[in-house]
C-alpha cells in the first residue's frame, strides 16, 4: 500500500519541479528584457538630444553653416608608412 502511495506522489512532485524550473526560466527572461527596455529607453533619450542629433548628421557628413568640411583619407597608408619608419630608426 505505501508503495502505491509512494509511485502515487511521484509525477505531481515531477511535474511541480518542472513548473518550478519554467518559471525560474521565464524570471531569468523577464530580468533580461527589463535590462534590455532600460537600455533602449535610455538610448530613446539620448536620441532627442542636441548632441545626438548634431552627431548623427556630422556622421552623414552634415556641417553647420560657416564650418568646411576637411576630409582625411589614406590614413591608414600613412599610419603603415609611419611605423615603419619608427622600425627602421636604431635607438
Known amino acids: ?9 511521484v509525477q505531481p512532485i515531477r511535474a511541480y519541479q518542472q513548473a518550478q524550473d519554467d518559471v525560474d526560466v521565464r524570471r531569468a ?7 534590455r527596455n532600460e537600455r533602449l ?3 530613446l533619450e539620448e ?3 542636441n ?11 552634415l ?3 560657416g564650418e ?4 582625411i583619407t589614406d590614413v591608414d597608408e600613412w599610419m603603415r608608412e ?3 619608419r619608427s622600425e627602421t630608426r636604431i635607438p
Open 1 to 9: 500500500m505505501l508503495l502505491v502511495v509512494a509511485v502515487g506522489y
Open 29 to 35: 527572461q523577464v530580468e533580461r528584457m527589463g535590462q
Open 41 to 43: 529607453e535610455k538610448q
Open 47 to 49: 536620441a532627442g538630444t
Open 51 to 61: 548632441e545626438f542629433i548634431e552627431r548623427s548628421a556630422r556622421r552623414l557628413g
Open 63 to 65: 556641417v553647420k553653416p
Open 68 to 71: 568646411r568640411l576637411f576630409t
Open 82 to 84: 609611419r611605423q615603419g
